[in-house]
């Protein structure tokens, strides 16, 4: 039980474009998803959290208008990288509680971007 | 904001030999730990977790320890094996429901045959 599916699990786009990663709970409904972001050899960074049914919340420092996170339902929430340039180039990992917040954190297969 | 310091950022053991790492955290309202296996390129896996109101679980030969006073927490295996080589990842949920995890910076451990 308690499975995260990311998708797509890599991707490359041209600096400029956009990009949509879902992230979706397949057996069970997740209230709250967080979306994080791995540089290379580096810690996971909270990028925002994503609550069904309204606005998410964002980290310090991260901007708001370039990474859009939408979550429809109880079981899917997506990010949108907007105008994506190379240095958005990045494992971004989603992940989601089963129940309540004091729950494990599951883990999507994370995506791979790449912006040329 | 909670801020999660881990050490050490590698680790290397003779396989057969005890591995600790170590974490502390600043947020004295923290209640929950996990720590999470990760291997290259793919997703991190939990491996095992503490809650505040203990102080130490095992699970066959991966511990963790709590010491709340203090604010850290250790995660220790022993009898290591080749494939515990990964990177380890400490994380602590603080206050408030917001159920986030914010995590440590990682330690790769090579386990040597």
Known sequence: GAVVSQHPSRVICKSGTSVKIECRSLDFQATTMFWYRQFPKQSLMLMATSNEGSKATYEQGVEKDKFLINHASLTLST???????????SFYIC???????NSPLHFGNGTRLTVT | GENVEQHPSTLSVQEGDSAV???????????????????LGKRPQLIIDIRSNVGEKKDQRIAVTLNKTAKHFSLHITETQPEDSAVYFCAARGSGNTGKLIFGQGTTLQVKP
């Open chain 1, 79 to 89: 990010l949108t990288v907007t105008s994506a340039h190379p240095e958005d180039s």
């Open chain 2, 21 to 39: 790492i170590k974490c502390t955290y600043s947020d004295s309202a923290s209640n929950y730990f996990p720590w999470y296996k990760q291997e």
């Open chain 1, 95 to 101: 992940s989601a509680t089963q129940g309540s917040y």
